[in-house]
């Protein structure tokens, strides 16, 4: 009897651990009024990653359909980009924290970035500084809030639309304005988002 409740506390302990990872992965029932794209920001899962796991060519869903849900980045991978995106986007309005989230995502699909999540914010440029400033001055080291996080979800389920913004900066702050010589993308807030 000891050894059954030893072995139903290790799996009950177990599924709560990956619970998130499990929410992350598995199905999901349409329910009335849902998109493809909330859907894919209550998950942190793009839209085209939706459309691939479910064979679909297009948005149609239909309410009662079960749908794959793909996974997406890891929760280790998910709390860094939202706590870098507590510490970049901080008083700025939630469509920034949305573009700076999206920033991160599209470094990851771009060649002359690293591949993952984790090695962009981690990155040191050429010139030996961090890519991320609260890499380098500890602010990443801070919770992420509620709405840091909802902005992760939206830029993944976001992720691969948009204007293809690499970039980002504060023209007000910021000591070296090497960023001005790019292409301008958009503003949202102070902030100006280039490629």
Same mark, same amino acid.
Do not use: C
């Given at each position: ?6 072995? %139903? ?9 990956? $619970? *998130?990872? #499990?929410?992350?992965?598995? @199905? ?9 794209? %909330? ?31 793909? $996974? $997406? ?15 970049? #986007? ?15 995502? *599209? ?7 690293? *591949? ?10 050429? $010139? ?12 990443? *080291? ?29 023209? @007000? ?7 001005? @010589?790019?292409?301008? @993308? ?10």
């Amino acid at each position: 009897m000891k050894k059954l409740m030893i072995t %139903l506390t290790a799996a009950f302990s177990f599924a709560l651990l990956y $619970s *998130n990872d #499990a929410h992350a992965a598995g @199905t999901h029932q349409v329910k009335a009024g849902e998109s493809l794209y %909330l859907i894919g920001q209550q998950y942190g899962v793009s839209v085209q990653a939706l459309r691939e796991a479910n064979e679909k060519t297009g948005d149609m869903i239909f309410t009662g359909e079960t749908l794959a849900i793909p $996974s $997406s980045i890891s929760a280790a991978e998910k709390d860094l980009l939202a706590r870098l995106v507590r510490a970049e #986007a901080e008083g700025e309005p939630y469509a920034g924290k949305v573009a700076v989230a999206t920033v991160v995502l *599209n470094r990851v699909a771009h060649q002359d970035f690293p *591949n993952t999540i984790t090695g962009v914010i981690q990155e040191v440029t050429p $010139s030996g500084h961090y890519a991320f400033s609260p890499y380098m001055n500890g602010e990443i *080291n801070k919770a992420a809030d509620a709405e840091s996080v909802r902005a992760v979800n939206e830029a993944l389920a976001f992720n691969g639309k948009g204007q293809g913004s690499l970039f980002f900066y504060n023209p @007000t702050t910021a000591t070296n304005h090497w960023n001005a @010589t790019r292409t301008e @993308t958009i503003r949202i807030g102070d902030h100006v988002f280039s490629k």
